[in-house]
């Protein structure tokens, strides 16, 4: 990771969409698909899948705070994903697929409590948020075959749903 870069670490159901989504803002440096919040070390998809290991797919996400703020970032992550489906996005089901912003900093905490609190007020989602909001652990890079899916493969079939209007 370069100096003056940062990370930023989501978990908002299927990785490949959620990676293809941050990739496309200018500011973001690098993604990286991988596993986090769960209970072992080096995870694979298959382990991952079984629902048994507690781990959450996810994008960690290196950025310049100087191009793209954290703030920025985190209004991505509410718009790309429904955050009121426990365990769930679309037809994925399982707690790989939760809603998740695990925060690097106590400030990145901060702005991440304090969004989730804006967006429930804001009366835009029909359903109460289910986001966990929790300190970042340790990142389990996945398998080559899932880095950049959606740039290698043009597309695939995650599902994607905007829920705010």
Known sequence: MNKNTQLATFA???????????RQ???VTSTV???TGGKFENPTYHDVCSNKTGHAEAVQVEYDPIEVSYEKLVEVFWS????????????????????MIAFHT???EQIAR?????????????????????????????????????MKM????????????
């Open 12 to 22: 908002a159901g299927c990785f490949w969409g959620v990676e293809e989504a941050f």
């Open 25 to 27: 803002i200018k500011g």
């Open 33 to 35: 698909v991988g596993y």
């Open 80 to 99: 790309i994903h429904n955050p009121t489906t426990l365990d769930r996005q679309g037809p994925d089901i399982g707690s790989q697929y939760r809603s």
């Open 106 to 108: 106590l400030e990145q």
């Open 114 to 150: 304090n969004s989730k609190e804006s967006l429930e007020k804001s009366g835009r989602l029909k359903n109460k948020i289910v986001t966990e909001i929790v300190l970042a652990s340790a990142f389990y890079q996945a398998e080559e075959y899932h880095q950049k899916y959606y």
């Open 154 to 165: 043009g597309g695939g079939s995650c599902y994607t749903h905007p829920v705010m209007e």
